[in-house]
C-alpha cells in the first residue's frame, strides 16, 4: 500500500520536529500513475471526495508557497466513447502541438479550459511521460489569475481521465515551474494504455 511520508497540516509548526505519514492508496489505486512520495516542502490536503460521486481531489500545496500547488483530479464520472474516442485518436499519435481542429474534439477533456472566456490558452500539446503520451495544456485562468500546467492521461479504458495540475498565481509560475520537473521524476507511469 503506497504512502506519502509528508507533514500533516494540521502540524505546521512542528514541522522540523514531527512528520506525519498520510495514506493515499485510494489515490494511487485508480490513477494511471503510481507517485509514492513527494519532494521536500510540499505538504498535503485532505482528500477531497464528493458524496454520491466517485470525483476525488488530493492536493499538495508547496510549504514555502502555498499558493503553488500540485494536484491529482478525477472528475468522477467517464467521458462519452465519441469524446474518448477522440482522445485516444490523438495519443496515439506522435507527439505534437495541436491544431485548433483538433482540440475542438476533445474540449470536454479539458473542461472549462477549452472556454476562451474563462481561460487564456497558452499551450496546448502531447508528450510522451514515461513512454505514455498524455495531453497537456497550460494557460491562465482568467478570473483568478492563476496558472494551470494540466496533464491529461488515459488508460484501458479510455472513457476514465486522470488529471495532474500544477498551479501558481501567473507572477509566480516561471519561478516555480521547475517544482513540476522535481515532481514528474518520482512519477511511475503505469504502461497499461488503451492506444
Not at 494540521?10 to 513527494?38: P, R
Not at 500547488?69 to 482522445?87: E, N, T, W
Not at 491562465?140 to 496533464?151: A, E, M, N, R
Amino acid at each position: 500500500m503506497p504512502e506519502l511520508n509528508l507533514i500533516s497540516t494540521g502540524d505546521l509548526d512542528n514541522f522540523e520536529t514531527e512528520s506525519k505519514v498520510i495514506n493515499v492508496s485510494s489515490i494511487l489505486n485508480l490513477a494511471q500513475f503510481q507517485l509514492s512520495e513527494m519532494p521536500p516542502g510540499w505538504l498535503a490536503q485532505p482528500i477531497e471526495s464528493t458524496l454520491g460521486s466517485e470525483r476525488i481531489v488530493q492536493e499538495f500545496y508547496l510549504q514555502a508557497e502555498p499558493e503553488v500547488k500540485f494536484l491529482y483530479f478525477y472528475r468522477g464520472q467517464p467521458l462519452s466513447k465519441i469524446v474518448a474516442d477522440d482522445f485516444v485518436d490523438l495519443l496515439s499519435q506522435k507527439p505534437h502541438a495541436l491544431s485548433d481542429e483538433e482540440f475542438s474534439n476533445i474540449e470536454m477533456v479539458v473542461r472549462d479550459a477549452s472556454e476562451p472566456e474563462f481561460f487564456e490558452m497558452l499551450d496546448k500539446h502531447t508528450e510522451c511521460l514515461g513512454g505514455r503520451n498524455a495531453l497537456v495544456v497550460e494557460g491562465i485562468w482568467k478570473f483568478s489569475d492563476v496558472q494551470d500546467l494540466g496533464i491529461f492521461i488515459t488508460g484501458s479504458d479510455a472513457r476514465v481521465i486522470d488529471e495532474l495540475h500544477f498551479t501558481a498565481p501567473k507572477q509566480l509560475f516561471g519561478r516555480f515551474k521547475a517544482n513540476l520537473e522535481d515532481i514528474l521524476v518520482l512519477v511511475e507511469w503505469r504502461q497499461e494504455s488503451h492506444y
